[in-house]
């Protein structure tokens, strides 16, 4: 059970988080950074602030002068560092406060995870403190008000009694030897800051303090272009026999203190500490997650080890605090690359992205460590060789586009060869990344059999706006150099007696062909049947190989099936969706096995009626394209 305006806030992180999913990938979402983000916004203001520090004379009359000087005369470097200064800051805390935001709207801050939560909180009002106080050291008009405003609210506390004010109320009040004071704090709290950092995350398992360069690269490009439109400068000198009128404020580090002189300095108090409280005291407020109150153990495979959860703690984190090295990058179920399948026992899902793990894969039993916990003692098993091994990187390799070929209006088949004329191993169905200029991936099946593996095939369908597709089609030529990672995927046939559905769609058919043409070299000799489901017949790119597998195999039979024949008037063949044609030949489908590879809605649609007629779940396989996107469990974009 959640809070309602929980459950809202969250509804809508899943949603903005798909968005950038499907516009950047998975692996460069920045919602998926948030914690790596703030690390390095860290790391910028200290950067730029030493630099800063190094020209600021700490004196009351040369405050001012010192960073004007810095400003106006060193504008190309003193300057643009102000401003990022300033910049990285204000991102900081709007990270930070996005950060907690997330992990209130998911619950995550229940059980073991109090620690963090609670040093986060204190982390952000000592991020708030050294902002602050970090207006005051340029010693114009906004720093005039924000020390005002400041000592006069701190006044109120008991002990001061009206004695902070005093020091601003005349020029001749303020000495260097406060001054310099202030420059203490402005040092110190920092330091305090990247102490509590390096203790918040002590209990969060190999967590990440830096967040990809890609990332790295925009946000210091951000904020310089930033910087360039819109610079900081000082306002005129403070003088505190006239009161600031007209001030550039800054909303992100400032927004409480317009209270101070709308309320009084007790109802601002009241305010802060009322919220710092109910923060501080989230963790054991109600309601509690009632399907998380107790410990379970977790047996993984391969190598049946066994490790216990605590409380609320997801499968992943259970695994990599026992030092397991588990499959994972994203942690917030947007990726997939962390799926396993659950042998035994009841998990609860928890929030994930549908691109990530579809229906058909529920069905199968597979969940997302990162996401899942266990409601029993729970078997799992994972796609690793060991997980007492490294995880090793995708490899990545370098091709020259050795042929392309027009398949049909909207389909390209593009033929690579690895660099050094290197083969590389794969299993048919599988999958491999091509990486684009930027760092992101779009992935494509092999289309050719692992035994014929001299060049790599690839089926590539145009997809409006998508950037690899366009890019084969607009601008790829015959011996330009791409780069990709992989092999990748699970989609592979399995062994058995069963007889075997293929159901494809559209470009579907790519991974059929490569598994169809393995069969026929392994020799294997189980029925199978192919139902290719398209909208035209001129999609029916391949269906004269198809045809060819027919009538040379006795054990392969082709169905192509339209759906939206028009201008086909003359076609002799089944119409429809492709399932039902399916289903009206196979009505029972107990003792088969099926490979499904397609739209997301075509799987979503079929598989729940294969199973609805038979079709046990441990024999269904899928792999499904969300264009442009792929749902395999590693799959990122595809178009």
Known sequence: ?????????????????????????????????????????????????????????????????????????????GGVLRSVHRYASDAMVVTMLIHLLRYWAFDRLRGFRW?????????????????????????????????????????????????????????????????????????GVPLLVLLLMWVHVQRVPKARTQPPRVIVLSVLAMLVLLALARPVVSHEAAHLASAPVLLDFDWFLLALYPLVYVWSPAEVWALVLGVSV???????????????????????????????????????EAGLRAGLTLPYECRAGGCGVCVCTVLNGRVEHGNYQPSALDGAM????????CCATALDDVEIEIDVETLSAPTLAPQRHQATLSGIETLAPDVRRLWLTVEGGERIAFSAGQYINIVLDDGATRSYSFANAPHDNGRIELHVRRVAGGRFSE???????????????????????????????????????????????????????????????????????MATLAEQWAAEHPNFHFVPVLSAPAGDDDWPGRRGLVHDAMLADLPDMRGYELYACGSLNMIENAVPAFLAHGLDEGACYSDAFLSPHATDPQRPAAG
């Not at 509804?11 to 690390?39: I, S």
């Not at 902070?164 to 001054?179: A, G, H, P, T």
């Open 1 to 77: 059970m959640r809070l309602a305006p929980q459950s809202l806030l969250r509804a809508c992180f899943m949603r903005v988080e798909a968005l950038f999913n499907r516009a950047f990938g998975d692996q460069l979402n920045p919602f998926y950074q948030l914690g790596a983000l703030a690390f390095f916004l860290f790391w910028v203001v200290v950067g730029s602030g030493l630099y800063l520090y190094a020209f600021f004379d700490t004196s009351v009359e040369g405050a001012y002068r010192s960073v004007d000087a810095l400003t106006r005369q060193q504008w190309f470097a």
């Open 115 to 187: 620690f963090s939560w609670v040093t986060g909180v204190v982390l952000l009002w000592l991020v708030f403190a050294a902002g602050v106080n970090g207006y005051m050291l340029p010693w114009d008009k906004l720093a005039q008000f924000v020390t005002q405003a400041s000592f006069e609210w701190l006044d109120w506390l008991p002990g001061f009694g009206g004695t902070l004010i005093r020091n601003f109320i005349y020029d001749r009040s303020v000495s260097n030897r406060l001054f310099s004071l202030l420059v203490f704090i402005h040092i």
């Open 278 to 316: 109910l923060l501080l005291l989230a963790p054991w407020l109600p309601p509690r997650r009632a399907n998380a109150a107790s410990e379970h153990n977790v047996v993984m495979h391969p190598g049946a080890v066994s490790v216990s959860t605590r409380v609320g703690e997801t499968l992943l």
């Open 362 to 369: 529920r069905a199968r039993g597979q969940a997302l460590m």
């Open 471 to 541: 890019l084969a089609f607009e601008r790829l030529r015959v011996g330009d150099t791409l780069r990709f990672e992989g092999p990748f995927g699970r989609f592979t046939l399995h062994e058995g007696s069963a007889p075997i559905l293929f159901i494809a769609g559209a470009t579907g058919f790519a991974p059929i062909k490569s598994i169809v043409e393995d069969a026929f070299h392994r020799a294997i000799e189980r029925p199978m049947f192919l139902y290719w489901g398209v909208r035209a017949r001129a999609d029916l790119y």
